[in-house]
């Protein structure tokens, strides 16, 4: 054979792959990218931040009007359940504002967003900055055949067969409760007299150590980036919410002083024509001094969440 | 530009293999040469415009030698130019990268601020290879051109392989217009399609493992701490092979025969055959342009003498890799590893290829720790994984299962060990290379399933690029 019809066999050969890859990522359009977004349906099945970084471009801003900012806390508020609004839970585990701003920039640009709701917690602004080598630019381009795209659709076929229990839906909600990959690093809520248990460790450490947690250091960059989430959600015409998620009354107390000098430091980057909304003070103090309300030492349990979610809903709907 | 980039593979190397062939087939050879500097030294200029001065002044300066050394009668005053050359040439690189190494102790933090060029400790020393072969009458003087294709060829200029002019006569002699014909094409794109295999695939499969164990703040298991060493052994061969084997492709497509850097080191059963097949280019110019000339410098060498040598140009060989203590312990365990073999070897006692291949990969792959540590006391925590001085069995499952990618990347990764151990070696690929439909098709789906890992992450950079 030729060298001349070996690279013409070769040639025809790599364009064929590409085009069926390609073609069939196009058609499947698994991240709503390349079609028409409005009226679609698409979930996160494994990659959250890869999933959630490619619906900001055009799924949210088509089919939602609010966007949720937040890290493992508010994942499991289903905003499915927000009669006055179409919010998108864009909460990430283990995310902070650097990674959320990425998601708000693309969300924002198309100007159809009218609230940006931020669930602030020291979580989210202790560190500054890429915390994966996911929800880069190239993700964009992995959406068009990539080992990430793969596994995704595996997914989906798995999920949509029975065969793998889907914890996303539509809105970008995580229901943690029972996830075995969840439960492996922050416990199961099976058992409330664990958690309380759970939690009096966390509390008598506190009082042992006379130091605040170190995650109540916040980090500049991290409050840049709050501020630059506000700035782009004003620019944008979107209202903004600022959201203190609930903390157990009994460990609150403890962290009082830390918390209060932890809200005092944010109010120097939230805009004046925001809107506060914080779960701690006193018409929330029956839900917070029961464990059963939550997961562990800070994340919600499953009704608890329902109840914060019908509050949003009726503090929107007011708004 | 990364060999593994799009833009590399899709705009950079098309274009300039058909603009180069296309010179050529109407017969300008002068002007396919300079097209090719110009793409070489734009390549090479993509790493960083602030790199090229560098480059530009090390071409010129050797240029010069290189005839001066020729054209001198007297031999007295050839001696001092070569000597004159290797200083310069030395001397350069050993402030620009070793300065941190050699002033930091004595306080000067300051002189890291100056970036170390791309590929200089490769391009110094092609340049001190040719400056010698101009001594010993093995090569001619280039013209200013041709020296500086021959020094900047982008398909070697970041990372080798070494080579001396004789080994790319056919880049710098002029050719008729048909030398370079299609038949270089079909080879070179296949030597392309393993090589990216290798790294986008291979190599990054290995990738995730070994960030995992180095990624641990807690001492690691037994288990934990071979999984991450043999993991790295395997990513530094995958990654350095398959850039080598992309770099030999390119070149082949230009109807330019790079000499191979790698023949299956891993299956050797002992360190001698070991450096015969690891980095052969590095190995070759250690033992020409150091170890030979130690030797010589003694009358009657004897044996202690070639293992001193020895151990003297590990030890350079190692510090060669960076400007970092563990990169000398390396270079000197190999040499010391070397001279045992050669003691053992002396005795005439053999031991069976099963313990000699065991011992010989524990020992490369444990060495390598050095090569991966960020400094001496990560080294030494990994060691003591590797020793068992903590806990024996465990494995974080969730940090080195965990993940959603992470089955895939096992399952590829065990393919992996079975390629290097079982499947013939590139060389064997390209030696054995046919014009066949069959082997279009391979290549061709191989290309296509490394363009989908490619596309999965941002592409990672070879290894030795920081060398």
């Known amino acids: 054979m030729s060298s001349k019809r070996f690279c013409s066999i070769w040639a025809i050969t790599v364009l064929a792959g590409i085009v069926a890859i390609v073609g069939s990522s196009l058609w499947l359009d698994h991240y709503a990218l390349f079609g028409d977004p409005k009226g679609k349906v698409r979930k996160v099945y494994r990659s959250e931040r890869t999933s959630k970084y490619l619906h900001s471009f055009r799924y949210v801003p088509s089919n939602f009007d609010g966007l949720l900012l937040g890290a493992s806390i508010s ?10 609004a179409r919010v998108y839970n864009a909460s990430i585990l283990g995310a902070n504002f650097f990674e959320e701003a990425l998601i708000a920039d693309n969300a924002l640009s198309a100007g159809r967003i009218h609230w940006v709701i931020a669930c602030v917690h020291p979580y989210l602004t202790n560190t500054h900055g ?6 880069t630019p190239e993700e964009y381009r992995s959406a068009l055949g990539s080992l990430n795209l793969f596994i995704e ?4 076929l798995l999920t949509d067969h029975g065969l793998m229990t889907g914890r996303y839906n539509e809105y970008g909600a995580y ?4 996830d075995p990959d969840f439960e492996k690093t922050h416990g199961s809520q099976s058992d409330p007299n664990a958690v309380r248990r759970a939690m009096q460790v966390y509390i008598d450490q506190r009082i042992k150590s006379g130091k605040p947690e170190a995650q109540f250091s916040i980090s500049p960059g991290a409050l840049d980036d709050l501020r630059g989430i506000f700035a782009t959600a004003t620019q944008h015409g979107a209202k903004v919410l600022v959201v203190y998620p609930p903390i157990y009354s009994f460990r609150f107390e403890v962290e009082r002083a ?61 708004h | 530009m990364l060999f593994t980039s799009f833009e590399y593979l899709f705009v950079f190397l098309p274009l300039l293999v058909c603009v180069f062939l296309a010179l050529r087939r109407l017969g300008f050879d002068a002007a396919s040469r300079y097209w090719l500097l110009l793409a070489s030294l734009g390549f090479y200029a993509s790493d960083g415009w602030l790199n090229l001065p560098y480059l530009v002044l090390s071409i010129v300066l050797n240029a010069w030698l290189g005839a001066k050394i020729v054209h001198c009668a007297d031999p007295k005053m050839k001696r001092q130019f070569l000597s004159f050359g290797l200083v310069a040439n030395i001397g350069l690189l050993i402030v620009i990268k070793y300065r941190v190494l050699l002033l930091g102790p004595f306080g000067f933090t300051s002189a890291g ?32 051109i041709n020296h500086a294709l021959f020094v900047s060829f982008f398909p070697y200029v970041m990372m080798g392989p070494l080579v001396r002019t004789r080994d790319v006569q056919s880049l710098l002699a002029p050719q008729d217009a048909r030398a370079a014909a299609l038949d270089d094409i079909a080879p070179g794109i296949e030597q392309i399609c393993v090589g990216l295999f290798k790294k986008t695939v291979f190599a990054q499969s290995f990738v995730f493992f070994v960030d995992t164990g180095w990624g641990q703040n807690r001492p690691l298991t037994f288990v934990e701490a071979w999984i991450t060493t043999i993991a790295f052994a395997f990513e530094l061969y995958f990654d350095f092979s398959g850039y080598s084997d992309m770099a030999v492709g390119a070149a082949r497509l230009l109807g330019v025969k790079l000499p191979a850097n790698f023949d299956s080191p891993y299956k050797c059963k002992s360190v001698i055959e070991f450096w015969r097949r690891w980095h052969i280019t590095l190995s070759n110019f250690i033992t020409t342009y150091m170890y030979t000339p130690l030797l010589r410098a003694r009358k009657k060498p004897t044996f202690s003498w070639a293992m001193c040598a020895t151990v003297f140009s590990m030890a350079v060989a190692g510090l060669w890799h960076g400007a970092q203590w563990t990169f000398l312990i390396f270079g000197i365990l190999h040499g010391v590893a070397l001279a045992i073999n050669h003691l053992w070897r002396k005795t005439k006692r053999r031991i069976p290829s099963a313990l000699g291949w065991t011992l010989t990969f524990a020992f490369v792959a444990s060495s390598l720790v050095l090569f991966r540590a960020p400094d001496m006391g990560r080294a030494l925590k990994m060691y003591n994984g590797l020793l068992g001085a903590g806990a024996v069995l465990g494995l974080d499952r969730e940090a080195f299962l965990g993940g959603s990618v992470t089955l895939v990347r096992v399952v590829v990764a065990l393919v992996g060990v079975v390629v290097c151990f079982f499947a013939p070696n590139s060389n064997t690929i390209a030696k054995s290379f046919e014009s066949s439909g069959r082997r279009a098709l391979i290549g061709a789906v191989l290309f296509v399933i490394a363009l989908v890992f490619m596309n999965s992450l941002s592409a990672k950079e070879f290894i030795y690029r920081e060398f």
């Open chain 2, 113 to 144: 601020s100056v970036a170390v060029p791309s590929g200089i400790s490769f391009f110094t020393l092609v340049q001190v290879m040719y400056l010698t072969d101009c001594y010993e009458g093995l090569a001619k003087p280039n013209t200013a």
């Open chain 1, 75 to 84: 994942a499991n508020w289903d905003t499915s359940r927000l009669k006055s």
């Open chain 1, 258 to 318: 830390d918390w209060e000098a932890y809200w005092s430091t944010l109010a120097t980057v939230i805009p004046p024509e925001a809107t506060v909304l914080n779960f701690n003070l006193p018409p929330y103090d029956v839900g917070r001094a029961d464990i059963t309300n939550f997961h562990d030492s800070r994340h919600l349990s499953k009704k608890y969440a329902v109840y914060l979610v019908s509050e949003l809903d009726r503090f929107l709907a007011e």
């Open chain 1, 175 to 178: 229901d943690y409760t029972g």
């Open chain 1, 153 to 156: 659709e595996a997914a989906k």
């Open chain 1, 130 to 135: 890429r915390k994966s080598e996911y929800m």
